[in-house]
């Protein structure tokens, strides 16, 4: 495996890791994650659907970039990462236009840990579009027998 590859592929798990912990987390123990992580009860009201709907659709997420990680094929990749950009990028914008009731600490540890989701995901797509070309220039390999 190329050490771009090889790079992609941790970009992805780590990415579906840290969705991985949140999303379970959500729809397994949506009250508890309303009240435990950190600054989610300084949002709106607890609303058990809300929560857990959104906890399977990270979920839903969480699949796709693991599958997108295991096979590593460029459509793949694209589509779980352009799904997962959109997601991060307005996840972020929400958070760092919402931050009346937040410290300064709280304000800039949401902004930053999700800032860096956001850069994460935009480099590994970047990164994707730029070798696009890359698994199908590869020489096949000769046959067995």
Known sequence: MTPVRT???TGL???AGLQTIASVWQYVFPRAFYDHFPTVKLDPPYNEHLVSDVG????ALTA???FAAVVLE???VMSALIGYVIYASTHFLFHVTHFGNFSLAEALGVGTGLGVEVVLAVLLLYVTW???GAETKAPAA???G
């Open 7 to 9: 790079w992609l592929r």
């Open 13 to 15: 798990l780590i990415l």
């Open 56 to 59: 399977g659709l990270g979920l």
């Open 64 to 66: 796709m970039l693991y």
């Open 74 to 76: 460029h459509k793949v």
């Open 130 to 132: 730029a070798t696009r």
């Open 142 to 144: 000769p046959p067995r």
